[in-house]
C-alpha cells in the first residue's frame, strides 16, 4: 500500500495501491503491472498475477480493476517519488484481525462507508473495500465491495 505524493493532481496524500489508467491497447493486467514498475519499481510478469477482484466504481469517475500480484518478499521496492511518498506493508495478520475494517454512515450517501484500521490510522475505500474483498476471498467467502461507500473527500 502507498501513501501518495503530495504533489499529484488527484487524490494526493491519500492512501492507494498502485495503479492508474490503462494507455492505449492495454489490458487491466498489463497496465497493473506496468504501473507496479514505474510506482514501486517492481518488474513482475503475467506468470505473478493471481487473478483479478471485482471491479470497483469511484466517486471520482474511474472504475478500478484490482488486479492481484504475487511478488516475493524480499523483492526490492523503488517508490518513484514523483508518485509515491511512503510505501507500507501490510501483513495478511493485520487483514484478518476481527476489527480491521468498520462500517458507519455519512448523511451524504444511504450506502455503508468500510474504513481500514492500520497503523493508528484510518484508510477509506476504494482502498479498504479492495483490500476488503482480498480478505474475504483469501477466508472462501464470496463478497461483493462495489456498493461500499467512500468518504466525500474522496468524491473529487
Known amino acids: 500500500m502507498t501513501l501518495r505524493a503530495a504533489g499529484l493532481r488527484a487524490h494526493s ?14 489490458t487491466q493486467v498489463t497496465a497493473a503491472l506496468r504501473e507496479l514498475h514505474e510506482e514501486l519499481g517492481l518488474d513482475l510478469r503475467e506468470a505473478n498475477v493471481l487473478g483479478l477482484l471485482d471491479d ?58 468500510i474504513r481500514f484500521r492500520h497503523a493508528g490510522q484510518f484508510i477509506h475505500a476504494p482502498t479498504a473495500a479492495l483490500i476488503y474483498q482480498f480478505r474475504e476471498v483469501l477466508a472462501g467467502r464470496d463478497t461483493r465491495v462495489a456498493e461500499l461507500e467512500q468518504p466525500v473527500f474522496a468524491w473529487k
Do not use: M
Not at 13 to 26: F, M, V, Y
Not at 67 to 93: F, K, Q, T, Y
Open 13 to 26: 496524500s491519500q492512501w492507494a495501491l498502485p495503479g492508474g489508467r490503462c494507455d492505449e491497447g492495454e
Open 56 to 113: 470497483y466504481p469511484t466517486r471520482s469517475g474511474y472504475l478500478i480493476t484490482p488486479v492481484v500480484v504475487w511478488a516475493d518478499a524480499s523483492a526490492a521496492i523503488s517508490p518513484n517519488p514523483e508518485e509515491v511518498a511512503s510505501v507500507h506493508r501490510i501483513a495478511l495478520g493485520d487483514i484478518e484481525r476481527a476489527d480491521a475494517f468498520d462500517f458507519t454512515t455519512i448523511p451524504e450517501s444511504t450506502r455503508r462507508v
